[in-house]
């Protein structure tokens, strides 16, 4: 399973970016798509997670400022990032869990840089 990450880069405070993560490898249906993300110095965390029935999870940190979809028939995810904050600069990561248990995937990450 392979899972391709883009829409990083940097973008002063205030600004918008918008993540795609595209999955592809897989036969099985995927069931939770995930951002995360990991600062420097920092442990990575939970972002936003959409399930396959559209069942929506946000840090409270992100609620109001990010909007997480996804593409069911193209095995895509989006994350809309709105109001960007220095405080949100990290990379970035996908993750996706199949429909069967205990298969769970990383994509590589991309970096988000949001200047002051």
């Known amino acids: 399973v392979q899972l391709q990450a883009s829409g990083g880069g940097l973008v002063q405070a205030g600004g918008s970016l918008r993540l795609s993560c595209a999955a592809s490898g897989t036969r099985f249906t995927i069931d939770v798509m995930g951002w995360y993300r990991q600062a420097p110095g920092k442990q990575r965390e939970l972002v936003a997670s959409?399930?396959?029935?559209?069942?929506?999870n946000y840090a409270d940190s992100v609620k109001g400022r990010f909007t997480i979809s996804r593409d069911n028939a193209k095995n895509t995810a989006f994350l809309q990032m709105n109001s960007l904050q220095p405080e949100d600069t990290a990379v970035y990561y996908c993750?996706?869990?199949?429909?069967?248990?205990?298969?769970?995937?990383w994509g590589q990450g991309t970096l988000v840089t949001v200047s002051s």
């Open positions: 959409i399930s396959r029935g559209g069942r929506i």
């Open positions: 993750n996706i869990d199949l429909v069967v248990r205990g298969y769970n995937y």
